[in-house]
């Protein structure tokens, strides 16, 4: 069966310092994967999704980045936090094929102060 | 613009009655909708999908219906226990690889 793990699971950082938040996703090949911010009483915002290693696609400008250096690893980046990127933190994957139902991970908690 | 809603942020029912949950989208046609279940701290759970030609959708204690007209789903669980107190999200599939995530509604199963 398959599993997503993310790590941290909560992360305290200080403005200006830098971010890398992992995700990995085992008993699957070729998934499409996932990056969402969630905050506070709002719906999943999406941040960026690949489609394989080395092809992300942006959906939101800022100051995150991604990386995709495996086909079962997905990064979350940022050389520098702001306060505004506090948040909940989701991975997810959906089927190579399929693009439908996602599959998320527990998420990592931020908080920038 | 494009708006999903779900209704109220909150929803209290009693045990062993129906929770129905709304959820109104405007200006989007997705091709489907689907319903995720989130526990405080935890990520999104899948619990089911309904395609725009399907007019409703069962799973054990839950069912879905789908108006593309009205531009609406219904989230309904019977017999509703105290362990189904969670938020509850609905999700509309655009095209592509996006998918547009409502607020959600909280649920509350008092015993």
């Known amino acids: 069966s398959q599993t997503i793990h993310q790590w941290p699971a909560t992360l305290v950082q200080p403005v200006g310092s830098p971010l890398s938040l992992e995700c990995t996703v085992e008993?699957?090949?070729?998934?499409?994967l996932y990056w969402y911010r969630q905050a506070a009483g709002r719906g999943l915002q999406l941040l960026f999704y690949?489609?394989?290693?080395?092809?992300i696609s942006s959906e939101v400008p800022q100051n995150l980045s991604a990386s995709r250096p495996q086909d079962r690893q997905f990064i979350l980046s940022s050389k520098k936090l702001l306060l505004s990127d506090s948040g909940f933190y989701l991975c997810?994957?959906?089927?190579?094929?399929?693009?439908?139902?996602?599959?998320f991970g527990p998420g990592t908690r931020l908080t920038v102060l | 613009s494009q708006k999903i809603e779900q209704n109220s942020e909150a929803l209290n029912i009693q045990e062993g009655k129906t929770a129905t949950l709304t959820c109104n989208y405007t200006n989007y046609s997705p091709a489907y909708l689907q319903w995720y279940r989130q526990d405080p701290g935890r990520g999104p759970v899948f619990l089911l999908l309904?395609?725009?030609?399907?007019k409703e959708k069962r799973k054990e204690r839950l069912k879905v219906t789908f108006d593309t007209t009205l531009k609406q789903s219904l989230f309904h669980i019977t017999a509703s226990q105290p362990a189904d107190s969670a938020t509850y999200l609905c999700a509309l599939y655009t095209g592509g690889f996006k998918t547009i995530f409502g607020a959600g509604t909280r649920l509350f199963v008092k015993a």
């Open positions: 008993g699957t090949s070729n998934p499409n």
């Open positions: 690949s489609v394989g290693i080395g092809q």
């Open positions: 997810a994957w959906s089927p190579g094929e399929s693009t439908d139902t996602q599959y």
């Open positions: 309904i395609r725009e030609n399907e």
